[in-house]
T-cell receptor, first 115, second 113 residues
Framework: AQSVTQLGSHVSVSEGALVLLRCNYS??????LFWYVQYPNQGLQLLLK??????LVKGINGFEAEFKKSETSFHLTKPSAHMSDAAEYFC?????????????FGTGTRLQVTL | DVKVTQSSRYLVKRTGEKVFLECVQD?????MFWYRQDPGLGLRLIYF???????EKGDIPEGYSVSREKKERFSLILESASTNQTSMYLC????????????FGDGTRLSIL
């Protein structure tokens, strides 16, 4: 069974600083990987996804993530944090397709951005 | 854009009541899902459905049931609500292909008193 680990339930950065949110997964087959963002009192919004091909994936709002198979990681980064980035971020893995395909989520990382 | 609509943003019910949470999607997606979200636990899958009248248990189905009579609508039912079912409930939908993301509704914050 696949699993997802997000290191750090809370991360605090200064405005303008690098954002790094960590995600490691376990899977015996090539996974599909996703990052979602959740703003207060809202549902989840897709930030970016990795399926196949280029391992560096660019998403919305200046975020990107790199799939590293050797490290089983899919860390999310943004060069310069903005106050509007404060939210909760979820990494998820989906393996397979069709009826057997489900998403497994990490427990989330809450990003705080300070002045 | 895909639209997933949950019927209520906030709901307050009493213990023992039968509670219905409704979800509608407008993109003809095959798969629909119900999750509950609790602090520190992330999202946990309750039930999912891959076709009309088809359903499968997720990781935490106890105390819940679901109904999918039409492709666009997926209902979550709390047969006899209990206080430990106070939570945020999220509905999602997607197509069959595994590389496609799930699309989420805005959630229903349910309080059981």
């Amino acid at each position: 069974a696949q699993s997802v680990t997000q290191l750090g339930s809370h991360v605090s950065v200064s405005e303008g600083a690098l954002v790094l949110l960590r995600c490691n997964y376990s899977s015996s087959v090539p996974p599909y990987l996703f990052w979602y963002v959740q703003y207060p009192n809202q549902g989840l919004q897709l930030l970016l996804k990795y399926t196949t091909g280029a391992t560096l994936v660019k998403g919305i709002n200046g975020f990107e993530a790199e799939f590293k198979k050797s490290e089983t990681s899919f860390h999310l980064t943004k060069p310069s944090a903005h106050m509007s980035d404060a939210a909760e971020y979820f990494c998820a893995v989906r393996i397979g397709s069709g009826t057997a395909s489900k998403l497994t989520f990490g427990t989330g990382t809450r990003l705080q951005v300070t002045l | 854009d895909v639209k997933v609509t949950q019927s209520s943003r906030y709901l307050v019910k009493r213990t023992g009541e039968k509670v219905f949470l409704e979800c509608v999607q407008d993109m003809d997606h095959e798969n629909m899902f119900w999750y509950r979200q609790d602090p520190g636990l992330g999202l946990r899958l309750i039930y999912f459905s891959y076709d009309v009248k088809m359903k499968e248990k997720g990781d935490i189905p106890e105390g819940y049931s679901v109904s999918r009579e039409k492709k666009e609508r997926f209902s979550l039912i709390l047969e006899s609500a209990s206080t430990n079912q106070t939570s945020m409930y999220l509905c999602a939908s997607t197509v069959e292909e595994g590389y496609q993301p799930q699309h989420f509704g805005d959630g229903t914050r349910l309080s059981i008193l």
